[in-house]
């Protein structure tokens, strides 16, 4: 049964997973870190490496923010693979390219721990409000093994298949939910610009076959400008976006939707908007029409 549970990396992902277990009967602990310094006031234990986290945990969830984050909290004396042993599972949350996640598969398979790749698609307040969907994939038993825990965080968590389909899913949706988003704005700019009203176009688009998940999400947002505060910075699409545009490229396809898209988080990035809510896009595109009637 799992009960010590070490999370490496206790951001957005990461930060709710120990919210939501702890109360549940689930010790949690992380690496002593700057940010890290206030988990035990909220009932979390801390350890100076990742080594020691691994030793202590019958599992290790890491959800970290790059490529370079993960291969310093896993390598080296002081990693988390130092301290893999019998009976570990280390649960691989983050979006990395495919080939990262089978590097990392590799590594571990040096050592007597297991892995599974099981990354989550959702913002805070969509975990909070149990839509948030965690994609297991690997060796089916380990999975099940650990999908009573997943469930608490994730009550929509599905065994997909093989290791490394998980992240193979969430790249798709990530690609999905930039473009939408890019297309909501854009189509409510265009109504804007009709002289519709934002509160009528909710009320009407909603409801209608252009409604989505997406559009719920987002058009209140825009049509408040409520780019601040947000549980779902920009900064999180315009990483991954280049992620999911490397993994197009190595499948050679054209993606000329996924690159027009990946095109308007950049310009976010260099309107120094990357803290802004994803919809802020919408401003990005309003601009563009300012210079055009210039």
Same mark, same amino acid.
């Not at 009976?87 to 495919?98: A, D, K």
């Given at each position: 049964m799992v009960e010590k549970v070490g999370i490496l990396g206790l951001g957005l992902i990461g930060g709710i997973t120990a919210e939501i277990?702890?109360?549940?009967?689930?010790?949690?602990?992380?690496?002593?870190?700057?940010?890290?310094?206030?988990?035990?006031?909220?009932?979390?234990?801390?350890?100076?490496?990742?080594?020691e986290l691994a030793e202590w945990a019958d599992v290790v969830i890491s959800a970290l923010p790059s490529t370079q984050a993960s291969r310093t909290a896993l390598? #080296?004396?002081?990693? =988390?693979?130092?301290?893999?042993?019998?009976? !570990?599972?280390?649960?691989?949350?983050? $979006? @990395?390219? *495919? /080939?990262?996640?089978?590097?990392?598969?590799d590594q571990v398979g040096d050592t007597p721990a297991q892995i599974i790749d099981c990354p989550l698609s959702g913002t805070q307040p969509i975990i909070r409000a149990g839509k948030g969907v965690i994609?297991?994939? #690997?060796?089916?038993? =380990?999975?099940?093994?650990?999908?009573?825990? !997943?469930?608490?965080?994730?009550?929509? $968590? @599905?065994? *997909? /298949?093989?290791?490394?389909t998980g992240i193979k899913l969430k790249l798709m949706i990530n690609f999905m939910v930039g473009a939408n988003t890019v297309a909501l704005a854009e189509g409510m700019l265009f109504g804007a610009?009709?002289?519709?009203?934002?509160?009528?176009m909710i009320d009407i688009v909603g409801p209608s076959a252009a409604g989505s998940t997406v559009f719920g999400m987002r058009a209140g947002i825009i049509k408040d400008r409520a780019w601040q505060p947000c549980a779902g910075p920009s900064k999180l699409l315009w990483k991954d976006l280049d992620i999911?545009?490397?993994?197009?490229?190595?499948?050679?396809?054209?993606?000329?939707?996924?690159?027009?898209?990946?095109?308007y988080y950049k310009k976010i990035e260099k309107?120094?908007?990357?803290?802004?809510?994803?919809?802020?896009?919408?401003?990005?595109?309003?601009?563009?029409?300012?210079?055009?009637a210039e």
């Open positions: 277990l702890m109360p549940e009967g689930y010790e949690c602990a992380a690496v002593r870190r700057p940010s890290t310094e206030s988990f035990p006031d909220t009932g979390g234990k801390l350890f100076e490496t990742a080594r390598e #080296g004396p002081d990693g =988390l693979l130092a301290g893999a042993h019998e009976g !570990l599972t280390i649960i691989e949350m983050n $979006t @990395f390219p *495919v /080939g990262e996640k089978e590097r990392v598969r994609m297991m994939s #690997g060796d089916e038993t =380990l999975c099940e093994s650990v999908k009573p825990m !997943l469930e608490k965080v994730c009550p929509k $968590t @599905f065994y *997909v /298949g093989e290791y490394g610009e009709m002289g519709l009203d934002p509160e009528l999911v545009e490397e993994q197009a490229d190595a499948l050679g396809l054209s993606a000329p939707l996924l690159r027009i898209c990946n095109d309107a120094g908007r990357l803290e802004d809510e994803c919809a802020v896009v919408y401003e990005i595109l309003e601009g563009e029409i300012t210079k055009a």
